[in-house]
């Protein structure tokens, strides 16, 4: 596609549900990237994945988030049982290489209630 | 403590008007980034630097990188009501240990252009 999508644009999960959150990338990126975005605050590093390799998983916050992306194409964010602070925006970008700037998509905004 | 600090953190300015954000660190970067973000959105690229004192214009909006490689601002020159909007710098680490693909943001600075 011309740009990365992502859905669904707006969630609203029940303390303790589950979620998954899919980004669609540029066509032909190698590089995928998911960030955390609070309110008021810059995105934070959650993962990083070159094809279908997850190379980095340093910034995801505990055991109950997970990513994937087994194609190396769309990638799936999952948050089990999920909890108040888990409430942000989740953005994921796309990139040719690793070194080039990111194209981000629009986000998923989580509300946990 | 943020590893890159953006300042002001938030801009009210009347159209016209020219202004000066920063972006600081006491580490080196190998690269900086700016983006927009408006409300809604994910943050669009504006411009890359990569060496020292680099000056980069785009339009009415002028980039630079320190010296050293630790700090960039970004003037903008009679802001326009479409101005408005989060501007965002971003860095890869000079010595990141095998991690220069990671891009580290900073909190950002609110700007909003009064008509």
């Known amino acids: 596609g011309a740009g990365v999508s992502q859905s669904p644009r707006y969630k609203v999960a029940k303390r303790g549900q589950d979620v998954a959150l899919r980004c669609d990338p540029i066509?032909?990126?190698?590089?995928l990237f998911w960030y955390q975005q609070a309110l008021g605050q810059g995105p934070e590093f959650l993962t990083y994945?070159?094809?279908?390799?997850?190379?980095?998983k340093s910034g995801l916050p505990s055991d109950r988030f997970f990513a994937e992306r087994p194609e190396g194409s769309v990638s799936t964010l999952k948050i089990q049982r999920t909890q108040q602070e888990d409430s942000a925006v989740y953005l994921c970008?796309?990139?040719?290489?690793?070194?080039?700037?990111?194209?981000f998509g629009s986000g998923t905004r989580l509300t946990v209630v | 403590t943020q590893l890159l600090e953006q300042s002001p953190q938030f801009l009210s300015i009347q159209e016209g008007e020219n202004l000066t954000v920063y972006c600081n660190s006491s580490?080196?970067?190998?690269?900086l980034q700016w983006y927009r973000q408006e409300p809604g959105e994910g943050p669009v690229l504006l411009v890359t630097?990569?060496?020292?004192?680099e000056v980069k214009k785009l339009k009415r909006l002028t980039f630079q990188f320190g010296d050293a490689r630790k700090d960039s601002s970004l003037h903008i020159t009679a802001a326009q009501p479409g101005d408005t909007g989060l501007y965002l710098c971003?860095?890869?680490?000079?010595?990141?240990?095998?991690?220069?693909?990671?891009?580290?943001f900073g909190k950002g600075t609110l700007l909003t252009v009064n008509p």
């Open positions: 971003a860095g890869r680490l000079a010595y990141s240990g095998g991690s220069n693909y990671k891009l580290t």
């Open positions: 066509s032909g990126h190698v590089s």
């Open positions: 630097v990569v060496t020292g004192g």
């Open positions: 994945f070159q094809n279908e390799a997850q190379l980095d």
């Open positions: 970008a796309s990139s040719l290489d690793s070194n080039y700037g990111y194209t």
């Open positions: 580490s080196v970067f190998s690269s």
